[in-house]
């Protein structure tokens, strides 16, 4: 009897010491298994109805048990699989294939980062395509139908192609001017000073402000000498700038428009540079541009560069 | 309107004569003041208050004080839709963004490379500064592939944002005016078909023609 019971409780308890765990688990159910086919005529043989019923019913409950923490085991898994694959595909391509609005870009190029910062400014879902630069894509015929000048982004809604990141986000800001956040003023006059600084923008900032990330970033050599003159030049611009927000809460007017957006890539890399100390030396074009940075829709457009 | 508009600014300025042409083709009367940029006027306190770059062209009307001729020239067109020439700067969505499209390539891939070489064959040698021969080189080679790529363009439309003239063509003027007739460039475009029949039929029209005559004036 002693015998029965000491053999009973080494079989019961030597695989969960020695295992435990999820492999544990495997085992579990195969020696459960084994055991009810093994024990039971055993414990017929000892001859002690109770412990022969204990013994069986340990054994179903261990392996229900079992089988159940395998089934929700593995529901767990393909739940997270499908939740983190669906963030994935909702970070990058907003639900499904075959959007009616899809931009053909890189992740990494300013410019579809411009175009990208708008779509989701406006919560317009949209795919985006990558153009594949290394195989030299934006030079083949194919893209050059959407884009003459070869170069990303070019945008696709319906039977309307476009390409220039500033034509882009104004076609977005238009059309889809009820939804999202409000790129471009309603009255004309508002509109009209948000359009100079648009152009202040294309003409000043842009310029100067690229080819100091294109040195920085080492795609372009410039000595000292270079970089001085083109940080004395955004130093000029900034101030103008720094005047300008003492007036008005946004470059454009007193909400953040297509105005401020367009500076948001270029300013993006020149923050990790040293040239961001000419940002910093002026509290108000600062506190612009840490407003601008940490914008929602900004932060999904970077979170794009951990893919 | 009661009162003319202003522009300030001198007529020779590629970007002045660029506002100049777009009032014109509107048929808004207006009156140009002239800045001379040889006494400085443009960086003083009273003219930077108008425009804080101390750049020409300013624009003021009753409503509003402008800067930037692109920014100026979209005002105008999109204030007096029913004046002059209609559709400068389209009249749906569709097309205005055609026009932004090819205006942002004005501004981005045209403007460049024209702009230098207008200002190292044309005006470096007025103020008597040295050419630098690589930059023209460099920026002669930029404004080729632009031009080829209008070559394309041009003949598949008869202006560059579709079959009416507007805004996109319009930017174009001042700074191919320059090239064209003030250089020994010409044939950068003359040489090519479309782009040439495109610069013929821009360039003579009335207001384009005005201006010229107003940048040829006696020296004021």
Known sequence: MR???????????????????????????????????????????????????????????????????????????????????????????????????????????????????????????????????????????????????????????????????????????????????????????????????????????????????????????????VVAELEKKLSDVLDVYETRLTESKYLGGDSFTLADLHHIPNLYYLMMTRSKRLFHARPHVRAWAADLLSRPAWLKVTSMLRW | MATPVTVYGPPLSTAVSRVLVCLLEKDVPFQLVPISMAKGEHKKPDYLKIQPFGQVPAFQDDEITLFESRAICRYIADKYPSKGTMGLFGTNPLVKASIDQWLEAESQSFNPPSSILAFQLVFAPRMKLKQDKALIKQNEAKLVKVLDIYENRLGESRYLAGDEFTLADLSHLPNTQYLVEKTNRAELFMSRRNVGRWWDEISSRPSWKKVVEMQNAPSQ
């Open chain 1, 3 to 225: 015998g029965g019971y000491i053999i009973t409780a080494f079989v019961l308890f030597y695989p969960r010491f020695v295992y435990g765990g999820s492999l544990g688990l495997v085992e579990d159910y195969l020696r459960n298994f084994l055991y009810l086919y093994i024990i039971y005529p055993l414990s017929l043989f000892i001859q002690h109805k109770i412990v022969c019923f204990t013994i069986i019913l340990h054994f179903s409950s261990i392996f229900i048990a079992s089988v159940v923490q395998l089934i929700s085991l593995a529901f767990v898994l393909y739940l997270s699989i499908s939740i983190s694959l669906s963030i994935v595909s909702k970070e990058i391509s907003c639900c499904h294939h075959n959007m009616a609005v899809k931009l053909y870009g890189f992740v990494g190029s300013n410019a579809t980062f411009r175009a990208l910062a708008s779509l989701y400014e406006k919560e317009v879902e949209f795919e985006l395509v990558t153009v594949n630069m290394a195989a030299w894509e934006h030079r083949r015929p194919r893209f050059l139908a959407r884009n003459p000048f070869g170069q990303v982004p070019a945008l696709e809604d319906g039977d309307v192609t476009l390409f220039e990141s500033r034509a882009i986000t104004q076609y977005i800001a238009r059309k889809y001017a009820n939804k999202g956040t409000e790129l471009i003023m309603n009255d004309p006059l508002k509109m009209a000073i948000q359009t100079v600084w648009m152009e202040v923008e294309n003409q000043k900032f842009d310029p100067v402000s690229w080819k100091l990330m294109e040195i920085a970033m080492h795609r372009v050599r410039g000595g000292e000498e």
